[in-house]
């Protein structure tokens, strides 16, 4: 066989059959079935998609959701994971969030010895834990964490939403960090989830958006229909304003005469406080081709946001009308976590929101710059989601083959319904046990559908616990993407990719010279090797409650060179870069490439 003809094509163009049943083969995925239903093939000869990882490197972290069978809320949600390099050594560090006890009002209980932890990544590839000496081990009750340079000095800073007051840290790069919450003048003690830092005025600082849940009460009671104490849905409280959050720059002082980074909570003049809603998940990204970032926020049992930038400072809430507020049937949905990324290579951002066991996970894909159309269905997603709780989730190239797969982050909230195929991994307590799943993974064709995986001997599909967040990111600098999952009440499984074999890759770091050397989140990435092209985003912030590697990696299959690199940095400029050879990482610089041919 040519190696034309065993091309994945990222534009639609049809993929040779005889190279899509050997992935499906080598991945162990088959066709669509009933919810837990087994795909095609033979599980016990299958190689895995995954080796367990955590023995090796070195990390031991479990998940405390503290003293159990009192139903507060707060203990279901976390916890949230990130990946990043924070002592800028080219590979990536591992921060994880605790959470830990409540008190009998339902209020964080903070512990000294229940915090969250920071593992730095040595040379040899072993992970350290250097929570202690780094002051980001902080007590609070975890739940979502963003990264993100604020001041523009070339190191990431770390934002973490609690149930009770943020966080935000500055990276003093010497690996410490300050917690300058105060004197930036961030002021959240609202139920925070997920976060993510976006430059929404394109003045060259990154912004905060801070997603809010629930005016949570802890006396509030809800049985399930047996009568038996269960966990809370967020229909029974009201959805809270999200907050929005401008970086004045460094340059600005605060009360004290100190210098910046500072932040004026804006969400009342951009628009943004006028609708709360119980959010979940958020992404970042220009869903209607104007060059301003605009904001995508899942809602938990309410209909999602879509707040499209005006370019002057505001925002318009516009999800009903570009599609992308509800089920394909009109009706809200409790959505929780979301992948973003082009999965059918139509160059238009598609998005996937994890839902409750009930209601199957929806995909909206983009059609074009007006909004989204509901395909969860066609694209092979909709039944094997529906026994199922997501929440962690996202779009990857699993196997290098040029286009995006989808993993998920399975556990319920609420008690089963229906029965656990297999049994809960021993590490789940007693009590959780009722609210353990396993978690997913879809392959894609190339052409936007996708098979499920089934293989008993694959340690992210085997596993039935309670995941949440969910992060991504080349780990080892080998050129696939490994796989880290947050538990509620377990350990961390940090999962190693085995699924890309020797197909090539590339892997590129998109960074702001003139802004400290950044990572340039909102950036546009387009990939062309040979007659395809990959389109990625630089956002770290997506899936639930986490924040994965800010570098964009593309498989790029048989093919060993790359074309061309072109960027759309956040300012609304483009570049093209020259590409070269494949299976490398490489740097793109904003002013040192070219403008594009009209």
């Not at 299958?46 to 990390?59: K, S, T």
């Not at 406080?273 to 992404?283: D, I, M, N, W, Y």
């Not at 960074?511 to 062309?528: N, S």
């Not at 964009?552 to 074309?563: A, I, P, S």
Request: glycine share 14%.
């Amino acid at each position: 066989m040519s190696s034309s003809d065993r091309r994945l094509m990222f534009r639609g163009q049809p993929v040779r059959f005889a190279l899509l049943a050997g992935l499906l083969m080598v991945a162990g995925c088959g066709d669509d079935g009933p919810p837990g239903g087994a795909g095609s093939g033979n599980p016990t000869t299958e190689p895995v998609l995954f080796e367990d990882a955590n023995r090796d490197l070195g990390v031991d972290f479990s998940h405390d959701a503290g003293r159990t069978g009192r139903y507060f809320m707060p203990e279901m949600v976390p916890p949230g994971v990130a990946l990043f390099d924070f002592d800028r050594d080219g590979d990536l560090d591992l921060y994880l969030v605790n959470s830990g006890a409540l008190d009998d009002r339902g209020q964080p209980a903070p512990d000294a010895d229940v915090t969250n932890r920071l593992y730095r990544q040595n040379p040899d590839g072993q992970f350290e834990d250097v929570s202690a000496a780094s002051g980001l081990a902080d007590a609070g009750y975890g739940m979502g964490v963003a990264v993100g340079d604020i001041n523009n000095d070339g190191y990431p800073d770390l934002y973490l939403g609690n149930f009770g007051p943020d966080r935000l840290f500055l990276n003093k790069r010497d690996g410490t960090f300050a917690d300058i919450t105060a004197t930036a003048g961030i002021d959240n003690s609202s139920w925070t989830t997920s976060v993510a830092l976006v430059d929404f005025d394109r003045d060259g600082w990154l912004d905060l958006y801070v997603t809010n849940y629930v005016d949570y009460r802890a006396d509030t009671k809800c049985p399930d229909n047996s009568g038996r104490p269960d966990y809370c849905g967020p229909h029974v409280f009201n959805g809270q304003p999200d907050r929005l959050y401008r970086n004045l720059g460094v340059g600005s002082t605060g009360d004290d005469g100190s210098p910046g980074p500072r932040f004026a909570d804006v969400s009342a003049t951009a628009g943004i406080s006028r609708q709360g809603g119980p959010g979940l998940g958020v992404v970042c990204a220009d869903f209607d081709d104007d060059g301003w970032p605009d904001i995508y926020v899942a809602n938990d049992h309410a209909a999602n946001f879509l707040w499209i930038n005006a370019g002057d400072g505001t925002f318009r809430e516009e999800a009903f009308f570009r599609g992308g507020a509800l089920s394909a049937q009109g009706r809200p949905q409790a959505s929780m976590g979301i992948a973003c990324g082009d999965i059918d290579g139509n160059g238009r951002i598609d998005l996937l929101l994890t839902h409750l066991e009930g209601e199957n996970n929806a995909l909206y894909l983009g059609i074009d710059d007006t909004g989204f159309r509901e395909s969860s269905h066609q694209a092979g997603l909709a039944m094997p989601s529906l026994g199922f709780t997501g929440f962690g989730t996202q779009f990857l190239d699993l196997d290098n083959d040029g286009d995006l797969d989808l993993l998920v982050a399975n556990g319920r909230v609420r008690r089963g319904t229906r029965k656990i195929e297999s049994p809960p991994d021993e590490s789940v307590p007693d009590f959780w046990k009722i609210y353990a799943e396993r978690n997913h993974v879809f392959l894609n064709d190339g052409t936007g559908h996708f098979s499920q995986c089934e293989n008993p001997n694959d340690p992210l599909l085997r596993r039935v616990e309670v995941s949440r967040g969910l992060a991504t990111g080349d780990l080892d600098n080998d050129g696939d993407l490994d796989v880290v999952v947050g538990n509620t009440a377990g350990p961390v499984r940090v999962y190693r990719n085995q699924a890309a074999g020797n197909r090539h890759w590339l892997i590129v770091r998109a960074v702001l010279p003139d802004q400290g050397g950044r990572m340039a989140l909102g950036a546009r990435v387009k990939v062309t090797a040979g007659e395809t092209t990959g389109l990625r985003l630089v956002q770290p912030a997506s899936s639930y409650l986490s924040s994965s590697d800010p570098r964009v990696h593309f498989g790029l299959g048989d093919v060993d060179r790359v074309t061309s690199i072109e960027v759309d940095w956040p300012d609304g400029t483009r570049e093209v870069f020259s590409g070269g050879d494949a299976d490398r990482i490489v740097t793109v610089s904003k002013g040192t490439g070219q403008e594009p041919a009209q």
